[in-house]
């Protein structure tokens, strides 16, 4: 059987100790698990990934040699064939609706001008009818426009319309595109968070058949872009992880039998040296902020949590006093290669609208500085455009802050798990015989596009959430603690802002963290490989039946998510809370 969430690579980060402190026994009935004595450390440093046993392959008649190439294959072919599915689902159809629908009316009409302009501009009130009725073919206004969001993730939208044109398909090529790719992103990072294949493929496959991601990959909106580069920044953490402890690892000594042996010296003096996804994760948490600020949160989340692994890696290779050897060796380059890099890479993402004219036909505010800002006390030290963004910057913030403007679909935050209220993007009432409606409906059909993530996996996902800050406290596994970081970066910021106007779609930034959370929950349930056969068995038809009635549950939400005519009493039966009419 292949590995579980309850295998190997759990307490890592924990030093062996002949004697545990006081509060390690009490908080033993709470499930806590004192490290027992170390092996090989190179093994607790970088565990091995597991393969499938030699049972599995017998029992299904395949050869050693086969069952080897087959698991090989799998690191990459199994993520592949899951983000397959996720691409042929996303693509199918994208076109439709064929309407401008919900905040679509913003992102895609300022992704269009911004990839021909530079910056954006103010549209005629009847543009949206005249893109659809003409093919795209509409000219651009001149007039700059006051906009709230930074210009990445409308770039991004702009590339797909630059391909396919100015028209639905052409404005959700993108995000389709890296709605997909974030699928197999998952694949890859649950693979190596759990070294296991099959628990990073459902963890994939999970947020494939997520209702909220797939509407969201399938919408001209900016969050399913954030989500993208979140999970990027955070893959390329993880892989930059396992490149330091790899080094660590190849430094300590070896005794007499080949094991690797714990090393104060070599723990607190060796030298990482160059950390290139680390640089990258900088250039996807800087593009995550040019593409809505809330990534801010993000960034220095991740920063903060690739500093303790650190540390615990310099623990787990001997160090005595591995916090002061990662503030020697390893904080000023943690600093450079991730924060300076997402600034400057922000900064780099106005650049449209820096190099547009101040003489007041370029951006928004790109003449402050020139007019109203020309007696500023710090016009000596900046330039005219940085002074003139930084003005810009502040008008958005307090626009953000200050926004609570009521709003049909809002939510709060504290729903958002349950997910207690959805928000429509679109909604039709065909009647019979036209827009798919059946002409034997007997009235008017439904036809929808909800915002809604897959009910049975987001509840399930509550009693995950549970379960990984169980793992983390009491067990010490770094994993849940990763997954955890990655969910309280994109969840918690909500709670201080519980006035202001936001919504369900939100939670699109953490929906990837919960999907880990679920796939760790689910291999707990089938137990760690020394289990009994009959331990094994029971658990993994639980894990499976539970699987299953998920990817059903995606399937009877399937016409409310991709805006399919059905018959008005259809619609009310899938309408099972009276929060999500």
């Known amino acids: 059987m292949t590995s579980t969430a309850s295998s190997t690579d759990t307490r890592q980060d924990q030093p062996p100790h002949e004697q545990q402190p006081s509060w390690h026994q009490r908080l033993r009935r709470f499930g806590y698990q004192a490290p027992g004595p170390g092996g090989d450390v190179r093994d607790r440093l970088v565990p091995p990934y597991t393969e499938p046993s030699a049972r599995l392959w017998a029992t299904f008649g395949v050869p050693p040699v086969l069952g080897g ?30 309407a401008v629908i919900f905040d679509e009316t913003y992102y895609a009409k300022d992704a269009w001008a911004l990839v021909h302009r530079g910056f954006e501009v103010n549209w005629d009130k009847n543009a949206n009818d005249l893109i659809l009725s003409s093919g ?48 197999l992103m998952l694949c890859r990072i649950g693979r190596r ?26 919408t001209a909106l900016l969050d399913g872009v954030l989500m993208f580069f979140v999970v990027a920044a955070f893959g390329c953490l993880v ?52 593409t809505k600020w809330n990534g801010l949160y993000v960034t220095a989340a991740f920063c903060v949590m690739a500093v303790l692994w650190d540390v615990g890696s310099r623990r787990v290779a001997g160090a005595h006093r591995p916090r002061l050897a990662v503030l020697k060796r390893d904080l000023g380059w943690a600093f450079l290669s991730t924060v300076p890099v997402a600034v400057v890479t922000y900064f780099a993402s106005w650049i449209g609208w820096i190099l547009s004219p101040a003489d007041g036909t370029g951006g928004y505010y790109r003449d402050w500085a020139v007019k109203d800002g020309r007696n500023s006390d710090w016009s000596w030290l900046f330039p005219d455009w940085w002074r ?3 003005h810009y910057e502040n008008q958005v913030y307090d626009f953000h802050v200050g ?51 897959t009910p049975l996996l987001w509840w399930v996902a509550g009693f995950a959430l549970l379960y990984v800050l169980w793992r983390w406290l009491f067990r010490r596994d770094w994993r849940a603690g990763a997954i955890a970081c990655g969910i309280a970066a994109g969840y918690a910021p909500w709670f201080f802002y519980q006035e202001r106007t936001i919504f369900f779609f939100y939670a699109i930034v953490f929906l990837p963290f919960l999907c880990l959370a679920v796939a760790m929950l689910l291999g707990a349930l089938v137990g760690p490989p020394r289990s009994s056969d009959t331990r094994r068995v029971a658990g993994a038809t639980a894990a499976g039946v539970l699987t299953l009635l998920i990817v059903w549950n995606f399937i009877y939400f399937w016409p409310i998510y991709t805006g399919t005519s059905i018959p008005i009493d259809d619609w009310r039966a899938r309408m099972w809370l009276d929060t999500w009419v």
């Open 136 to 183: 795209g073919n509409v000219p651009i206004p001149t007039d700059a426009a006051y906009v709230v969001h930074p210009p990445v993730g409308k770039y991004v939208i702009g590339l797909g319309e630059l391909m396919f044109g100015f028209d639905p398909f052409g404005w959700r090529f993108m995000t389709a595109l890296l709605g997909t790719l974030s699928v």
């Open 388 to 390: 003139s963004l930084w």
């Open 239 to 290: 892989v930059d992880r396992d490149r330091a402890r790899e080094k660590l690892a190849a430094a300590l000594p070896v005794d007499s039998d080949g094991r690797a042996r714990p090393d104060a010296d070599v723990a607190e003096t060796t030298r990482i040296g160059f950390r290139p996804w680390r640089l990258a994760a900088g250039l996807m948490l800087g593009l995550a902020i040019g």
């Open 403 to 453: 926004l609570s403007s009521p709003h049909t679909y809002e939510s709060n935050p504290w729903s958002w798990i349950v997910t207690g209220r959805p928000v429509s993007y679109f909604y039709e009432s065909p009647a019979p015989g036209t827009d798919g409606c059946p002409a034997d409906a007997g009235g008017k059909c439904a036809r929808e596009v909800l915002a809604i993530g």
């Open 193 to 218: 968070l759990f070294r296991s294949t099959f628990l990073g493929c459902l963890a994939g496959a999970l947020m494939a058949v997520d209702g909220l991601h797939f509407v969201m990959s399938r």
């Open 69 to 98: 190439r087959i698991t090989r294959w799998s690191a990459w072919g199994g993520p592949l064939l899951v983000t397959l599915l996720a691409g042929v689902l996303r693509f199918w159809n994208l076109g439709s609706p064929k």
